[in-house]
């Protein structure tokens, strides 16, 4: 919770803001601290519809033999011209804050997992106008570029943090890696609200699954009555239940330790 609040507090922080920058920075300081992690911010120049926009995803690397586990989340917010200080908790800031304190468990484990573990925040997820080629998505669709071929799994958390926590595991999704979602979700007791969805969701694991690296979005797209908080001035840290975030991470951490005995 204390993450989530740190993160309402940098407003705004959509793409191309110092917020933005700033944030970037705050998540490589906090993952810089860890035990056994290389931290970087990797910058890059995208075209959108306003023009050249410069974007930064910062990747946390745990060292390991093999191809790496990507676990990401994006921390750009939305956008909203009429809320200035507009907080994103749970659309952006949930995530990240769900995946800072996966890395503390990882990096304090005693055992280190044998695969590499990559953590990826990314820059960009939302759009300026509407999605398309060059609009939205532009970490996860440069990450995904850099990792094809190179990479076992990627996992997205997002907009994990409200009261009514249900995940609904969108239809495009790898179907491997959703039995593996549904499997550590029986092992904590948490099948009523991990469920298999019908959704086509488009998010940041899709351009790892359009490139052909197996992905799965941990996803709750109920924000509200009638999902009525979302992408509004209603998405605030006073929405954000701290139990939610610890479902989730719990959640990662059980995935993780399943596929330590997973082949695939």
């Not at 995803?57 to 060292?63: K, R, S, T």
């Not at 996966?102 to 005693?110: D, E, I, L």
């Not at 996860?140 to 990479?151: N, V």
Request: hydrophobic share 40%.
């Amino acid at each position: 919770m204390e993450m989530v609040k740190a993160q309402c507090e940098i407003v705004p922080r959509h793409s191309g803001t110092p917020g933005a920058e700033k944030t970037a920075e705050w998540i490589r300081d906090i993952a810089s601290s860890m035990h056994n992690v290389k931290v970087r911010i990797d910058s890059f120049s995208d075209d959108t519809p306003a023009g050249k926009m410069t974007f930064r995803n910062v990747i946390a690397e745990f060292p390991g033999k093999g191809k790496p586990i990507i676990i990401g989340a994006h921390y750009d917010a939305k956008k909203l011209t009429l809320t200035p200080d507009f907080q994103a908790a749970n659309d952006g800031g949930s995530g990240v804050a769900v995946l800072l304190s996966v890395m503390k468990t990882v990096a304090s484990q005693k055992k280190p997992f044998p695969f590499p573990i990559h953590f990826i925040f990314f820059d960009g997820e939302e759009c300026q106008i509407d999605y398309s080629g060059n609009d939205g998505l532009h970490g996860s669709k440069k990450a995904a570029k850099d990792y094809t071929g190179k990479a076992r799994a990627m996992i997205l958390a997002d907009m994990v943090g409200d009261d009514d926590w249900n995940i609904s595991i969108p239809e495009n999704c790898s179907p491997e890696l959703k039995k593996i979602v549904l499997q550590a979700a029986a092992e904590l007791n948490l099948s009523d609200s991990v469920k298999q969805g019908s959704m086509q969701v488009l998010d940041d694991h899709l351009p790892f699954f359009e490139a052909g690296i197996p992905a799965v979005n941990l996803i709750d797209f109920d924000y509200g009555p009638g999902n009525a908080y979302w992408h509004t001035g209603e998405d605030k840290l006073d929405k954000i239940n701290p139990e939610s975030l610890g479902k989730t991470a719990d959640l990662i951490l059980k995935i993780l330790a399943i596929m330590e005995k997973t082949s695939f």
